[in-house]
């Protein structure tokens, strides 16, 4: 598991490489969860994401969008919000990093990390003789 901590708000990652939705050597899936959780004093809005992507040959590319999976949830004090997406890449393995922009109920605007994580499937690991 992954984590990063902005401001209270604390973010977790748990990909999955997902054989069964990969196409041998053309394209590799992964899932990944992740929690967010407010352990601050205010309430907070999820409003945009940003992604960076990176294969194992070094092909980068960012989405920009607003919210995740179609929400923008809003967290009170101690609440969690979960959801779980998916990237596929043309290679056996790659990275993504990535940041929420989240508000405060009385609109001040600040940018969370979301941590580096690692995508690997069987495929990418190499043995050493």
Do not use: C
Not at 23 to 32: G, L, N, P, Q
């Amino acid at each position: 598991m992954y984590r990063a901590v902005t401001r209270h708000i604390e973010v977790t990652v748990e990909p999955n490489f997902m054989p069964e939705r990969s196409v041998a050597e053309r394209e590799y899936f992964w899932s990944y969860t992740i929690v967010i959780t407010n352990t601050g004093p205010e309430t907070v809005q999820l409003r945009t994401r940003h992604w960076i992507i990176t294969d194992a040959v070094g092909h980068r590319e960012e989405v920009r969008g607003e919210g995740v999976v179609g929400e923008q949830p809003r967290l009170g004090p101690g609440e969690t919000f979960k959801y779980t997406s998916g990237v596929p890449l043309s290679t056996a393995s790659g990275f993504m990093a990535g940041s929420y922009q989240m508000v405060t109920d009385s609109g001040e605007r600040f940018d969370i990390e979301v941590p580096t994580f690692s995508l690997d499937s069987p495929d990418a690991r190499r043995t050493l003789n």
